[in-house]
T-cell receptor
Framework: AQTVTQSQPEMSVQEAETVTLSCTYD???????LFWYKQPPSRQMILVIR??????QNATENRFSVNFQKAAKSFSLKISDSQLGDTAMYFC?????????????FGQGTTLQVKP | KAGVTQTPRYLIKTRGQQVTLSCSPI?????VSWYQQTPGQGLQFLFE???????NKGNFPGRFSGRQFSNSRSEMNVSTLELGDSALYLC?????????????????FGPGTRLTVL
């Protein structure tokens, strides 16, 4: 079964500090794509970052970066210089295989609170 | 470019009724996926449509159905509503260019429709 596990239900960080959210996944596929989405209290799901499994280089997007460890099936998200607007639930997700087009598999989410 | 829009934003129905939710994708996007989000089950995939054809389906009963129109707009329908159908229903669209050999493209989400079944 293809699964995503986010082991930290809740986390908090002080404004301007760095925080890392964990994600592990399980798949027997060799080609897949990984994502982090953010869902603030407004409930609008927003793409944070995307990683292609065939790429060894870790993706970065401004203050957001990932640590992708393919062998360990780990895909953590690092948020640098945390801002109050980063307060949200963060979901790790992946998609694989031509028979599973459009089907994102999500983790249970990590609620992140950024404190002033 | 306008984002994904979903209507209505909020719905209240009673058990046994049926409901239709609508999703308009980003202009030029041809794939639409639907998800159900609940506190207990999290985010679960319902189905995906591309060029008016359902390409993929999640593990939901037949009461959940959908369709896609020639302009890529999509609707999902839930018949014989149950209390457990109360959820946030999210729609997401992606591009899928004709020449792409990829099996996926980044999905962009709408604001969701909050369905409450009484």
């Amino acid at each position: 079964a293809q699964t995503v596990t986010q082991s930290q239900p809740e986390m908090s960080v002080q404004e301007a500090e760095t925080v890392t959210l964990s994600c592990t996944y399980d798949t027997s596929e060799s080609n897949y794509y990984l994502f982090w989405y953010k869902q603030p209290p407004s409930r609008q799901m927003i793409l944070v970052i995307r990683q292609e499994a065939y790429k060894q280089q870790n993706a970065t997007e401004n203050r957001f970066s990932v640590n992708f460890q393919k062998a360990a099936k780990s895909f953590s998200l690092k948020i640098s210089d945390s801002q109050l607007g980063d307060t949200a639930m963060y979901f790790c997700a992946f998609v694989y295989g031509s028979s599973n087009t459009g089907k994102l598999i999500f983790g249970q989410g990590t609620t992140l609170q950024v404190k002033p | 470019k306008a984002g994904v829009t979903q209507t209505p934003r909020y719905l209240i129905k009673t058990r046994g009724q049926q409901v239709t939710l609508s999703c308009s994708p980003i202009s030029g996007h041809r794939s639409v996926s639907w998800y159900q989000q609940t506190p207990g089950q999290g985010l679960q995939f319902l189905f995906e449509y591309f060029s008016e054809t359902q390409r993929n389906k999640g593990n939901f009963p037949g009461r959940f159905s959908g369709r896609q129109f020639s302009n890529s707009r999509s609707e999902m329908n839930v018949s014989t509503l149950e209390l457990g159908d109360s959820a946030l229903y999210l729609c997401a669209s992606s591009f899928y260019p004709k020449t792409s050999g990829s099996f996926t493209d980044t999905q962009y989400f709408g604001p969701g429709t909050r369905l409450t079944v009484l």
